[in-house]
């Protein structure tokens, strides 16, 4: 069975800081990957995926994650972070293009002036 | 502007009550997807739909059922609602067309049962 593991429940930076959002999964085959973010209030909104090729993908409002097939990792990062990003992060995994995903338990992200 | 919608923001229903939840997509997508959301514990996936009238199981579809009538609308029905069903349940949808597949959500929908 397929399973996503965010293992930081909740992150401080400050404004302007570098973040790293840490994902790990499970899966038997070569994966779907994604982030989402959700704001307050808001539904999920997709910031990046991963089907296949290059294994650094980029993402909007200035997002990227990699990749790492050896350490099942895809962990997302953001050279600079600014205060709209503060919002819940969810990883998550698919199986193929029908969209049935498996989510993480997510990272809450705070963002200090 | 591509939309899921859910038709309530907020609810408050009692023990034992039908609840319908519903959302309708404009987008022309088959699946369609109802998750809940509890803190710490993510989005679970309660039932999902590939076509209209073709509903199958998630992982925690216990004390839910679904309807899909129609391509557009994906209906969530608490049989007889209870206080663990408290929860933020969120619809979304998508295109098996696209190669570049993703979940398009709702605003969501909060559920409380007392």
């Known amino acids: 069975a397929q399973s996503v593991t965010q293992p930081d429940i909740h992150i401080t930076v400050s404004e302007g800081a570098s973040l790293e959002l840490r994902c790990n999964y499970s899966?038997?085959?070569?994966?779907?990957l994604f982030w989402y973010v959700q704001s307050p209030g808001q539904g999920l909104q997709l910031l990046l995926k991963?089907?296949?090729?290059?294994?650094l993908v980029q993402g909007i409002k200035g997002f990227e994650a990699e990749f790492k097939r050896s350490q099942s990792s895809f962990n997302l990062r953001k050279p600079s972070v600014h205060w709209s990003d503060a919002a819940e992060y969810f990883c998550?995994?698919?199986?193929?293009?029908?969209?049935?995903?498996?989510f993480g338990d997510g990272t809450t992200l705070t963002v200090k002036p | 502007d591509v939309k899921v919608t859910q038709s309530s923001r907020y609810l408050v229903k009692r023990t034992g009550e039908k609840v319908f939840l519903e959302c309708v997509q404009d987008?022309?997508?088959?699946?369609m997807f109802w998750y809940r959301q509890d803190p710490g514990l993510g989005l679970r996936l309660i039932y999902f739909?590939?076509?209209?009238?073709?509903?199958e199981k998630g992982d925690i579809p216990e004390g839910y059922s679904v309807s899909r009538e129609k391509k557009e609308r994906f209906s969530l029905i608490l049989e007889s609602a209870s206080t663990n069903q408290t929860s933020m349940y969120l619809c979304?949808?998508?295109?098996?067309?696209?190669?570049?597949?993703?979940?398009?959500f709702g605003s969501g929908t909060q559920l409380s049962v007392l």
């Open positions: 899966y038997g085959a070569t994966p779907y």
């Open positions: 987008m022309d997508h088959e699946n």
């Open positions: 979304a949808s998508s295109s098996r067309r696209s190669t570049n597949e993703k979940l398009f």
């Open positions: 998550a995994v698919g199986a193929n293009n029908a969209g049935k995903s498996t």
């Open positions: 739909s590939y076509d209209v009238k073709m509903k």
């Open positions: 991963y089907f296949s090729g290059d294994t």
